[in-house]
C-alpha cells in the first residue's frame, strides 16, 4: 500500500475508534456488537476488529450479555483532565445535589456546537435518582446546560439556532438561566446557570430530574450561589 494510503487508513481507523468511544459514552447503556456498527455506519466485522483493538488496551469492555460499555482503562487516562476544575467543583455539585435531591453537573464547550458532561454528583440516599455520567454529550443548543453555554458565545460564533431558540435565548439572559424538559434525554427536566472561568472553555452548573422540587427561579439562584462559591474557589 502506498504511504499516504497507509497514513490514510490508520487515520480513518482511529478516527473510527474515538468514535466508538464517543457513542459509548453518550449511551444511557451499554451496546452490542451490531448497535455499535449501525451507530458508526461500518459492517459488524470492522465494528468488532475496534472493538478487540479498544479492549486489549481496557478501553472498552463487554457485560455477561457481551454488550459493550467503556472500560476501565479511560479512567486512568481522564484522570489528568481538567483535574483542577473537576477537584475544586465536586464539593459544589455535591451540596447542590444533596440539597435540592436532584443529580448536579457540570458540562464545558466541547468544541463549536457541542457540551460534554465533565463531572456530575448524585444526591445521597434517594431512590428516584438520575443517572447522568461524566463524557455525556449533546449539541449546545439543545438542553438546558447547553444553552447556558451558548448564551456566553457571541452570536456570530453560534451553530445554527431557530427564531424560537433565539427568542428563548433572549429572555434566558434577562432572567440568568436556562432551562429544558426533554430536549436532551426523554422526560427529563434541568435548569442551569452560565459559568466562566479565566483559562477554562464556557461552561454551566446545572441540576437535571424528572421533575422540580422548586419554582425554576429558586433552582437558579441555588445554581448561582453554587457558580459563585466555585468561582471563588477556583481563584478567579
Not at 124 to 148: D, F, M, Q, W
Not at 202 to 225: D, G, T
Request: aromatic share 2%; net charge neutral; proline share 6%.
Amino acid at each position: 500500500m502506498p504511504e499516504s494510503n497507509a497514513a490514510s487508513a490508520g487515520s480513518q481507523t482511529l478516527s473510527r475508534g474515538i468514535r466508538v468511544l464517543e457513542v459509548l459514552a453518550s449511551s444511557e447503556r451499554n451496546l452490542s456488537i451490531d448497535e455499535l456498527a449501525a451507530a458508526l455506519g461500518v459492517h459488524r466485522s470492522i465494528a468488532y476488529r475496534l472493538l478487540r483493538t479498544l479492549e486489549h488496551h481496557a478501553l472498552v469492555a463487554r457485560d455477561s450479555a457481551g454488550r459493550v460499555g467503556l472500560g476501565s482503562g479511560l479512567a486512568a487516562l481522564a484522570s489528568g483532565i481538567a483535574r483542577d476544575l473537576q477537584t475544586a467543583a465536586l464539593p459544589h455539585l455535591d451540596a447542590v445535589a444533596n440539597e435540592l435531591g436532584m443529580t448536579c453537573l457540570l458540562a464545558v464547550l466541547l468544541d463549536r456546537d457541542e457540551a460534554v458532561t465533565l463531572v456530575s454528583a448524585a444526591p445521597r440516599g434517594n431512590l428516584a435518582v438520575v443517572s447522568y455520567r461524566p463524557g455525556h454529550r449533546h449539541p449546545i443548543t439543545r438542553g438546558a446546560p447547553g444553552k447556558a453555554i451558548l448564551l456566553q458565545l457571541p452570536a456570530g460564533a453560534w451553530p445554527d439556532v431557530s427564531p424560537e431558540l433565539g427568542a428563548e435565548l433572549e429572555k434566558a439572559r434577562t432572567r440568568g438561566y436556562t432551562t429544558s424538559h426533554d430536549e436532551v434525554v426523554p422526560s427529563l427536566r434541568a435548569v442551569a446557570v452560565p459559568l466562566s472561568l479565566p483559562g477554562q472553555p464556557p461552561a454551566a452548573i446545572a441540576v437535571i430530574h424528572v421533575s422540580l422540587p422548586q419554582a425554576e427561579e429558586q433552582i437558579a439562584a441555588r445554581l448561582q450561589s453554587a457558580a459563585a462559591a466555585l468561582t471563588a474557589a477556583f481563584g478567579a
